[in-house]
Structures are given as C-alpha cells and as structure tokens.
C-alpha cells in the first residue's frame, strides 16, 4: 500500500513568517511529486511540481525533493493570510501512472 | 475558460435512488478521475480512465460506475446510494497519459440518507 505522509497540523505562522510543510512517502520508485492547495469548500488546486533532487523555486514557493530519505517539502515565504489552507502532498510513480496517491494534508493558518 | 464541470454541484438523495454525477472537461484531456474527499481520510480515487474505452478501479470502487464514451465526458453513477457513500466528491483531469498534473473540478457534495 503505497502511503503519503503529511503532519494534520494546524501549522500556525505569523504573517511574513516562513511556513514549512512536510511530507514523506513509502513508495520508493515515486518519481512525480505535488503540492496542491486547498481552501475550505474549495477544490484542489496545483502549486507546485518537482521531480528531481533539491530544490525548485516559484515565487513565494519553493519545494525541497529528497528522494533518498523519500521526503518533500514546501516551504512558502513571507507568509500571508491568504495562504491560509490546506496543502496537500501527492506523489506518482511517472508522469504515465495511473494514480496520484495524496497525503491527508496539513492545515496552515496564517494570522495577521 | 478551460475548465472541469461537475453538476450537480450538491445533492440530496434518499437510499436506492440511482443517481449520476456528470463531469466534463473542455481541455481534450487524455486522463480523467474520481475522487471523494472524506474528514480524515483525505482524497481517494475511485476509478480512473487513461482514454476512451479505457477505465479502471482505483482505490474505493464499490458501489461506484463509470463510463468513458467520449473524451470529454466521464460521469460517475451510484447505481443504488447508500449512506456510506456520502461525500465530497472531484472529478479531475491530465494533458498526460496518467496522473500527473491533475485539473480539478469544482466539487459535488452528496447526501445520501
């Protein structure tokens, strides 16, 4: 049973503070990672892509792949309150596999 | 807009009553799925299609059909509801051949009592 891992939290920063969520996962051959954001009553939406070693930046955003100790991170500076959801880690084996497997998601409140 | 539609977006529907949730993507994506979303328990798939024709379970398919006759389209149908099935449910899509990068649709939360 493949497994993605995420703290429930909530994660609480302060505005304009680093906010850093983390997810591991079981499947070793994972070779597509994702960060999806998900406000309450919303529908996910994708924020990030990594598939590679280290890291990858998108603005705020930047996601830390480790695949030898099967871990991934988001990491979102200068926080803000409309940050304020649940992200959600996903993880596929390759761009061709059937299935994305989530994580139950971390809860990040940023308060002003 | 390009965009997944999922109607109805909610629903109250008593036991036994078939009912279809219909999806549909204007994006000529290859891959669509769906999923519902329960507290603690997160996203699960319940069945996905790579193509036309082509559909498989994924991890909770009971009580669940789906069709894939045209690419666009991809409805979910609970031949006969049951309170278990109760749920926030997304229909999604990929450009790609698998999951990868998924669009989601706006959500269809369903009550079955």
């Known amino acids: 049973q493949k497994e993605v891992e995420q703290n429930s939290g909530p994660l609480s920063v302060p505005e304009g503070a680093i906010a850093s969520l983390n997810c591991t996962y079981s499947?070793?051959?994972?070779?597509?990672f994702f960060w999806y954001r998900q406000y309450s009553g919303k529908s996910p939406e994708l924020i990030m892509s990594?598939?590679?070693?280290g890291d990858k930046e998108d603005g705020r955003f930047t996601a830390q792949l480790n695949k030898a100790s099967q871990y991934v991170s988001l990491l979102i500076r200068d926080s803000q309150p409309s940050d304020s959801a649940t992200y959600l880690c996903?993880?596929?084996?390759?761009?061709?596999?059937?299935?994305?497997?989530f994580g139950k998601g971390t809860m990040l409140l940023v308060s002003p | 807009e390009a965009q997944v539609t999922q109607n109805p977006r909610y629903l109250i529907t008593v036991t036994g009553k078939k009912l279809t949730v219909t999806c549909s993507q204007n994006?000529?994506?290859?891959?669509m799925s769906w999923y519902r979303q329960d507290p603690g328990l997160g996203l699960r798939q319940i069945y996905y299609?790579?193509?036309?024709?082509?559909?498989d379970k994924g991890d909770v398919p009971e009580g669940y059909k789906v069709s894939r006759k045209e690419k666009r389209n991809f409805p979910l149908i609970l031949e006969s509801p049951s309170p278990n099935q109760t749920s926030l449910y997304f229909c999604?899509?990929?450009?790609?051949?698998?999951?990868?990068?998924?669009?989601f649709g706006a959500g269809s939360r369903l009550t079955v009592l």
């Open positions: 999604a899509s990929s450009p790609y051949s698998g999951a990868n990068v998924l669009t």
């Open positions: 499947d070793r051959v994972s070779q597509s």
């Open positions: 990594i598939y590679s070693n």
């Open positions: 996903a993880v596929n084996r390759d761009s061709g596999y059937s299935t994305l497997t």
């Open positions: 994006m000529n994506h290859e891959y």
């Open positions: 299609s790579m193509n036309v024709e082509v559909t």
